[in-house]
Nanobody
Framework: QVQLVESGGGLVQPGGSLTLSCKAS????????IGWFRQAPGKEREEVSC????????VYADSVKGRFTISRNNAKGTVYLQMNSLKTEASADYYC???????????????WGKGTLDTVSS
């Protein structure tokens, strides 16, 4: 059974940094994507970034481009999201999801983690 577990959330001041981890287990296919999504209070879940496990190809939302970096360690089955220059707008529950498709689409993710809370506040 596929399982995703997020970690690394916490409280950070504006302009600071956090790194999130998504540990995937039970994945048996050769090709899959891991995407990071976030959901702020009163808002819908939105894609932040996505990475292909076999190729390392990365996709970023315009709102985080240049400040966030997604990476993976295939041996550990872990995907990371390094978040720099954090803004208060980044405060949200962050979720990782797995897709067997060609892109990370919210409605097409096959499995979700339970989320980790990031709070950006002075």
């Amino acid at each position: 059974q596929v399982q995703l577990v997020e970690s690394g959330g916490g409280l950070v001041q504006p302009g600071g940094s956090l790194t999130l981890s998504c540990k995937a287990s039970g994945v048996i296919v050769d090709y899959y994507l891991i995407g990071w999504f976030r959901q702020a209070p009163g808002k819908e879940r939105e894609e932040v970034s996505c990475i292909s496990t076999p190729t390392g190809r990365q996709v970023y939302a315009d709102s985080v481009k240049g400040r966030f970096t997604i990476s993976r360690n295939n041996a550990k089955g872990t995907v990371y999201l390094q978040m720099n220059s954090l803004k208060t707008e980044a405060s949200a529950d962050y979720y990782c999801g797995l897709s067997y498709g060609a892109s990370c689409v919210y409605t097409g993710m096959e499995k979700w983690g339970k989320g980790t809370l990031d709070t950006v506040s002075s």
